[in-house]
């Protein structure tokens, strides 16, 4: 992660949540082609998502540079992101959007100690006017049987 917050056409980086990916690297023509911005393609029915910009595909912020500002720690290893609950006092039920890189595996460990969930088909809020995407989970309170 980037040690500094920083600035790149009028968007704000923060430091420690995000990352610079150098190009001078063994991979760097995987790293070209993830980034390179295509937006259409010759054939409407395709299913290799090789061809898809990677940061379009899962709503990162990101800018081209074409310096290297100061780089923070080399990644290693990715650090899982630690969860919590911000209302540990629900009354209804608890819920979460679905983009982080790790929720497939949140919602398999819900489901296999038994607990439902459900899939919102459309946006909602909760009580204090946060607004969650369709596809957001919810966890019911009521009627669960934990395995």
Avoid: C
Avoid at 22 to 45: A, C, G, H, V, W
């Amino acid at each position: 992660p980037t040690t500094s917050t920083q600035s790149f056409n009028g968007r704000t980086y923060e430091a420690g949540a995000s990352y610079i990916i150098p190009l001078n690297q063994p991979q760097y023509r995987l790293i070209k082609s993830m980034f390179e911005k295509r937006t259409t393609f010759e054939d409407s029915l395709f299913y290799d998502i090789s061809s898809w910009t990677f940061p379009l595909a899962f709503n990162l912020e990101y800018d081209e540079l074409k310096s290297v500002p100061a780089l923070g720690q080399k990644v290693s290893k990715p650090e899982l992101p630690v969860g919590k609950v911000l209302n540990e006092k629900a009354t209804y039920a608890y819920a979460f959007e679905p983009f982080g890189y790790y929720t497939p595996r949140a919602i398999y460990r819900l489901v296999s100690h038994g607990i439902r969930i459900k899939v919102a088909h459309e946006v909602f809020h909760n009580p204090s006017g946060k607004s969650f995407a369709r596809g957001s989970i919810m966890i019911p309170i009521e009627n669960q049987v934990l395995a």
